[in-house]
């Protein structure tokens, strides 16, 4: 998918791309993806990932993104915004946990405060034994399309 004026085009993930995503998520203490599966990324001109997101869906039927994470090179160039309109355009609705520092992005694409429950319990247990859980301050977060 070509975003207008975009330097960057969406895809699928594939496998060989784990290797920049996973340094992707590592380098914001998260860890590694488990497969290329349910993985749409930003592509540069070159086809090298440049951001990506993961969509789970939860055990209670909504989609949940885990994670959205952009190269720090390519914040500011609306990598992270296109990757979650093209979700939320295709899943009608999101939801996830976002960390205290990313809470003004979520906010600026529309996205609120949700309760804890509104998380799927196999996604907000991540949050449980995190041991950045106290500077994150996680926050549950959701957006329905209008």
């Given at each position: 998918?070509?975003?207008?004026n975009?330097?960057?085009?969406?895809?699928?993930?594939?496998?060989?791309?784990?290797?920049?995503?996973?340094?992707?998520?590592?380098?914001?203490?998260?860890?590694?993806?488990?497969?290329?599966?349910?993985?749409?990324?930003?592509?540069?001109?070159?086809?090298?990932?440049?951001?990506?997101?993961?969509?789970?869906?939860?055990?209670?039927?909504?989609?949940?993104?885990?994670?959205?994470?952009?190269?720090?090179t390519?914040?500011?160039?609306?990598?992270?915004?296109?990757?979650?309109?093209?979700?939320?355009?295709?899943?009608?609705?999101?939801?996830?946990?976002?960390r205290?520092?990313?809470?003004?992005?979520?906010?600026?694409?529309?996205?609120?405060?949700?309760?804890?429950?509104?998380?799927?319990?196999?996604?907000?247990?991540?949050?449980?034994?995190?041991?950045?859980?106290?500077?994150?301050?996680?926050?549950?977060?959701?957006?329905?399309?209008?």
């Amino acid at each position: 998918v070509a975003m207008p004026n975009a330097p960057f085009t969406l895809r699928d993930a594939r496998e060989p791309d784990l290797a920049y995503l996973n340094a992707y998520a590592a380098a914001e203490g998260m860890d590694d993806l488990p497969s290329a599966e349910n993985v749409r990324v930003a592509v540069n001109g070159d086809d090298v990932p440049v951001g990506f997101l993961r969509l789970q869906q939860g055990s209670n039927d909504a989609a949940h993104v885990n994670p959205v994470v952009s190269c720090a090179t390519w914040r500011g160039w609306g990598v992270g915004r296109a990757l979650m309109e093209e979700a939320l355009a295709s899943r009608g609705e999101l939801r996830l946990v976002a960390r205290a520092a990313s809470v003004p992005f979520y906010r600026a694409l529309g996205f609120e405060e949700l309760p804890w429950d509104a998380i799927a319990p196999e996604i907000a247990v991540d949050c449980d034994g995190c041991e950045m859980r106290g500077e994150g301050r996680p926050l549950p977060m959701g957006k329905k399309m209008r």
